[in-house]
């Protein structure tokens, strides 16, 4: 199993860009979930999604925009980058809700100018 | 809201000596706590997790955690630190009663072990 793939690993944007971040299971796991990792702050919670179909806001939602077709793929769009949203982005999924623990994948590093 | 504090950004250590990496949480019910480590340049890894029952978790690399419900703690342990051990360390808490799922992290825990 490869587990948790996130694409692209490094991406530099330009003010206003749009962008897709790529993020695939292959662990038929139900959950999936975007976080960001900034210095001093941990980890927040983007958007997250219970199952194919279902989506819903986390901490910092704003400028982001999710979609779950399939129980695989779980892609996060930028719709108009800001340097605000300079940071790292962490997928991640699980069998459920609950108390499972969380897989994650390696962490895409945007940098937006 | 449930909220983590890990009070401590860095935590020095000489290697073969005991650590321990302080977390604190607040939820309104009962929580699912958890700890994380992520090395450079890597995702985080799951460590260990208290859900119920015995307050002493164990987890991997010769990690444990005890589970203080009265001090709302769940600090990180190990008897005899490596050098390998030096990483960012997440504890993260969920409220077993939140619909919404979410999983809360606090600020992260640097740990250095010298030889």
């Known amino acids: 199993n490869a587990g948790v793939t996130q694409t692209p690993k490094f991406q530099v944007l330009k003010t206003g860009q749009s962008m897709t971040l790529q993020c695939a299971q292959d662990m038929n796991h139900e959950y999936m979930s975007w976080y960001r990792q900034d210095p001093g702050m941990g980890l927040r919670l983007i958007h997250y999604?219970?199952?194919?179909?279902?989506?819903d806001q986390g901490e910092v939602p704003n400028g982001y925009n999710v979609s779950r077709s399939t129980t695989e793929d779980f892609p996060l769009r930028l719709l108009s980058a800001a340097p605000s949203q300079t940071s790292v982005y962490f997928c991640?999924?699980?069998?459920?809700?609950?108390?499972?623990?969380?897989?994650f994948g390696e962490g895409s590093r945007l940098t937006v100018l | 809201a449930q909220s983590v504090a890990q009070p401590e950004d860095q935590v020095n250590v000489a290697e073969g000596n005991p650590l321990t990496v302080k977390c604190t949480y607040s939820v309104s019910g009962n929580p699912y706590l958890f700890w994380y480590v992520q090395y450079p340049n890597r995702g985080l890894q799951f460590l260990l997790k208290y859900i119920t029952g015995d307050n002493l978790v164990k987890g991997s690399y010769g990690f444990e955690a005890e589970f203080n419900k009265s001090q709302t703690s769940f600090h990180l342990k190990k008897p005899s630190a490596l050098v390998s051990d030096s990483a960012l360390y997440f504890c993260?808490?969920?409220?077993?009663?939140?619909?919404?799922?979410?999983?809360?992290f606090g600020g992260g825990t640097r740990l250095m072990v010298k030889p």
């Open positions: 993260a808490v969920r409220d077993i009663w939140d619909a919404g799922n979410m999983l809360t």
């Open positions: 991640a999924s699980s069998y459920s809700t609950g108390g499972r623990e969380l897989f």
């Open positions: 999604s219970v199952g194919a179909g279902i989506t």
